[in-house]
């Protein structure tokens, strides 16, 4: 009877201890999401506020101390190459995309499944050619971009891109490949696949979650970078949004706060959306291909 006591008691020890140890869990969670996304609300909340309110040091910059007003998101819209930009930065994004996915998936999948001797040593140049820093390449990027004729072009940035997005895409698909057992596609090719078909028709499905995240990966890398769209681009209407939005409003020592508060928001929402929209698959593309390397 002692020990069923004891028991019991040990086990609502236990519990209070579980219940506390959840409460301080989630308490923790919420403080962080709220600490991750306050700059995304006071940004939010910034886009509509008057100047008066915005430049009052003694206002609360997480609420409307006057009335909010529209007047900083039309003047974006209507007085920059906002629309512009994003249509440029969308469509180099795309194509970027689809020439990443058009190089790195052979590449990887030769590297990975073709045993050759060199291909381990390969896989890591490839690789180490992502770690070259940008300012290193500028000139020799340059030139290509003067040969080629697409100085002032977004279609400098086209080819530009790639030589960053494609080195590391090659490098998570190999690890996502090394996790798949090559008997599927022994399977396949056995039953009347050539090799390309056993690639395209059986393992591009199985490592869709890696393609989530090579082409996440690839189109925020162009919608951020900055350098090489400064550098090469100088027309606003070649422009993209990480280039276009401050240049147009920065002015001198003039900075439109609030419009460039919207244009964040205006940017940040669409690729957060999609990103958690397949954020699942986007965790098991960079994980699973963390297994093996």
Do not use: C
């Amino acid at each position: 009877m002692d020990q069923l006591v004891v028991t019991d008691a040990q086990r609502r020890r236990y519990a209070r201890r579980h219940r506390s140890a959840r409460i301080a869990l989630y308490t923790i969670a919420i403080l962080t999401a709220l600490a991750a996304a306050g700059p995304f609300v006071w940004a939010a909340i910034t886009a509509f506020k008057q100047d008066t309110d915005l430049y009052r040091r003694r206002n609360n910059p997480f609420i409307f101390n006057e009335t909010p007003t529209t007047d900083h998101v039309d003047l974006l819209f209507n007085q920059t190459g906002f629309l512009t930009f994003a249509w440029n930065t969308l469509w180099v994004g795309v194509v970027v995309v689809l020439i990443t996915l058009a190089l790195a998936l052979p590449a990887a999948y030769s590297l990975a499944r073709l045993d050759r001797p060199w291909a381990g040593r390969m896989g890591i140049a490839i690789f180490f050619v992502y770690l070259v820093p940008p300012t290193l390449l500028f000139l020799s990027l340059s030139r290509l971009v003067v040969a080629l004729g697409l100085q002032d072009s977004t279609w400098s940035l086209v080819v530009i891109y790639p030589t960053i997005t494609v080195p590391v895409s090659v490098w998570l698909l190999i690890g996502f490949l090394k996790t798949i057992p090559r008997d599927i596609e022994e399977q396949a090719m056995v039953d009347g696949y050539s090799r390309v078909g056993a690639m395209l028709r059986v393992v591009a499905p199985l490592l869709f979650p890696a393609l989530v995240a090579v082409v996440v990966f690839a189109f925020t890398l162009t919608a951020s970078e900055f350098i090489y769209a400064l550098a090469f681009i100088s027309p606003s209407s070649e422009k993209v949004i990480s280039t276009g939005v401050p240049t147009e409003l920065v002015r001198g020592d003039v900075f439109f706060w609030q419009s460039l508060q919207a244009a964040t928001v205006l940017v940040a929402v669409p690729i957060a959306l999609v990103f958690n929209l397949f954020l699942d698959r986007f965790i098991a593309g960079f994980t699973q291909g963390a297994v093996k390397g």
